[in-house]
């Protein structure tokens, strides 16, 4: 079946430093590869999407990039910021279903500290 | 943005009491919500697909009468944990879809269901 892997957490960063959260998936056919983002008390948010090989996603300075060969989507920001700490989750929507449905990686807390 | 409500955002109830928890789309109409469990320190499971004006699909392993949903409008679904024992205790969320085949997710805050 269709399954995300992501790092776990926490991960802790000074203000400024480089992020990545890796993210790793299985699925059959080409599915659309999501980043959101869950701050704290707050709903999750889409954070960048790609839905076709090679596309890369950007929004708030943060990037991923969407590798068939690797089934890879490797979330990075150059500089992060204390108020990025949060909790980032990786998903896949499958081809084989229905748009909307989502699987979730595990995910990754963040905390920066300045 | 769009915003999805669920209410309540807490709960806490004796075993054998059902609950329910709300999950509406404020400003637009989604035809389709999801229904999402989270474990601490694990991935959010899909429970079910709720559907405006017909029956919920739900996932594998999941039972359709111990979690009632019902999507009565554009607006709300609601999903209803009966008899509710304290392995229910879990973080529950849900997400609606604008119109349109490939239409946007929006979440809610979740609900924190707690049964002693």
């Known amino acids: 079946g269709n399954s995300v892997t992501q790092m776990e957490g926490p991960v802790t960063l000074s203000e400024e430093a480089f992020l990545t959260i890796n993210c790793t998936y299985t699925?059959?056919?080409?599915?659309?590869l999501f980043w959101y983002v869950q701050y704290p008390g707050e709903g999750l948010q889409l954070l960048l999407k790609?839905?076709?090989?090679?596309d890369k996603g950007s929004n708030k300075g943060f990037e991923a990039t969407y590798r068939k060969e690797t089934t890879s989507f490797h979330l990075e920001k150059g500089s992060v910021q204390v108020s990025d700490s949060a909790v980032y989750f990786c998903?896949?929507?499958?081809?084989?279903?229905?748009?909307?449905?989502?699987?979730f990686g595990a995910g990754t807390q963040v905390v920066v500290t300045p | 943005g769009a915003v999805v409500s669920q209410h309540p955002s807490w709960v806490i109830c004796k075993s054998g009491t059902s609950v329910k928890i709300e999950c509406r789309s404020l400003?637009?109409?989604?035809?389709?919500m999801f229904w999402y469990r989270q474990f601490p320190k694990q991935s959010l499971m899909l429970m079910a697909t709720?559907?405006?004006?017909?029956?919920?699909?739900?996932e594998q392993g999941v039972e359709k009468d111990k979690f009632l949903i019902n999507h009565a409008s554009l607006t709300l679904s609601t999903l209803t944990v009966t008899s509710a024992h304290p392995e229910d205790s879990s973080f529950y969320i849900c997400?609606?879809?604008?119109?349109?085949?490939?239409?946007?997710?929006?979440f809610g805050e979740g609900s924190r269901l707690t049964v002693l």
């Open positions: 400003d637009f109409q989604a035809t389709t």
């Open positions: 709720s559907n405006e004006g017909s029956k919920a699909t739900y």
């Open positions: 790609a839905t076709k090989a090679d």
């Open positions: 997400s609606a879809k604008t119109s349109g085949y490939t239409g946007e997710l929006f």
């Open positions: 998903a896949l929507s499958a081809t084989t279903d229905s748009w909307g449905k989502l699987q």
């Open positions: 699925a059959t056919g080409y599915p659309s």
